[in-house]
């Protein structure tokens, strides 16, 4: 057999070879496209079946009478879980979706009477014409400024819990996690953090709130509150754009609650956001007594350089940057100062026992006013 010859056989050899393996790699592929195929289709499958299984009745035989109460106040998130704890729905989340998406609005609080037999459309006509009901059972005044620790104790008083048994449940990281996975505008895992004291410090929002029983449930208590942090975020999430100190919820409720804390009635609450944000541009550490406060777990009328030593990631004179979490919950000024500082060259300011604030440039200009205002005054 000649070269030539001998050439043309290995080369009809080795195209073959190719023809197989390029037989075989589209058999793979095939197969593993058919694979993708099914379980793509078993997931969508599944997801519509879900779906279709929530937007049913829970029960089209069953007509026997549930009575329902909504509070007034109640927000779509809290009534369509009202609804699954009654067992009117079967999803809340897949209820709530719904009334998103058919834009319905105008729910009023009252006593209702639903059956398992009612579909969405039915359940939504109804809550649409509720009877009003009277008078609150109570109202939760929550002061701004106030930490998580004094909220509680408000809360005892006003329902017969014990401050205990509340701290029990905002500490309990099954709860918290749980809060996290229903308020992810609000909440996220940094509150999980294991430096962080109690998740849910600086999250309950101050105001007023009203209650129409006369002992609801401490989740119901939180909820309510969440749910007005919720709505009051909103407005400022789309300012923490381009901000470097302040890109979360967490870290905007961070900020606000050191400047709630260090605000008086004739504070200018912009100004000391100017101070911490300079302090952070500078690279210095905030030096915040209200921070040292916290960490030592105690109010004192006078921070004295022996507490500046508490070893705490809460000690903003031990520690750069902004503390793990909020130390107190904010309101809605200081929310706004957190993101508006005002425009100043100021490092250092000085709350006088007259309620007066004063800002300095330098801190030999600080000390100075220290021994006018504070050291000579008592």
């Given at each position: ?165 509340i701290m029990e449940k905002v500490d309990d990281p099954t709860y918290v996690k749980d809060l996290i996975s229903r308020f992810p ?143 107190a919950n904010a309101g809605e000024s200081s929310l706004s100062a957190a993101l508006n500082p005002a425009e100043t060259d100021y ?32």
């Amino acid at each position: 057999m000649s070269d030539n010859e001998s050439k043309k056989d290995l080369y009809k050899k080795n195209l073959q070879e190719r023809h197989r393996e390029a037989k075989t790699i589209r058999k793979i592929v095939f197969i593993v496209f058919i694979v993708i195929l099914v379980v793509l289709s078993g997931i969508i499958g599944g997801g519509y079946l879900y779906i279709k299984s929530a937007l049913e009745p829970v029960d089209p035989t069953n007509k026997e009478p549930i009575e329902v109460t909504i509070p007034i106040g109640s927000s779509p998130t809290a009534i369509a879980r009202i609804l699954e704890e009654n067992d009117i729905v079967k999803h809340a989340k897949v209820f709530r979706y719904y009334t998103k998406f058919k834009n319905e609005s105008g729910f009023q609080a009252g006593e209702y009477t639903f059956n398992q037999s009612m579909n969405f459309d039915q359940i939504i006509e109804s809550l649409k014409s509720g009877i009003l009901m009277g008078e609150p059972a109570f109202k939760l005044v929550i002061p701004e400024g106030k930490q998580l620790e004094e909220i509680a104790t408000i809360i005892a008083e006003q329902t017969g819990y014990t401050k205990e048994e509340i701290m029990e449940k905002v500490d309990d990281p099954t709860y918290v996690k749980d809060l996290i996975s229903r308020f992810p505008n609000t909440l996220s895992e940094e509150i999980l953090n294991k430096d962080i004291k109690h998740p849910l410090e600086g999250y309950l929002f101050p105001a007023t709130y009203p209650f129409y029983e006369k002992k609801p449930s401490i989740e119901s208590i939180i909820e309510t509150m969440l749910e007005q942090t919720d709505k009051i975020l909103v407005k400022y999430v789309g300012l923490m754009e381009g901000n470097s100190y302040i890109d979360s919820t967490h870290k905007l409720l961070t900020m606000a609650s050191l400047i709630e804390e260090e605000a008086t009635a004739q504070t200018d609450r912009e100004q000391i956001s100017s101070v911490f944000y300079n302090r952070l541009n500078d690279g210095m550490p905030l030096q915040t007594d209200p921070t040292v406060l916290y960490a030592l777990g105690e109010h004192k009328k006078r921070v004295l350089y022996d507490h500046l030593e508490v070893n705490s990631p809460y000690n903003t004179y031990k520690n750069q940057g902004l503390t793990p979490g909020p130390i107190a919950n904010a309101g809605e000024s200081s929310l706004s100062a957190a993101l508006n500082p005002a425009e100043t060259d100021y490092l250092y300011f000085l709350a006088a026992p007259t309620g007066e604030v004063y800002y300095s440039k330098t801190l030999d200009e600080h000390n100075a006013k220290k021994a006018q205002y504070i050291t000579n005054q008592q």
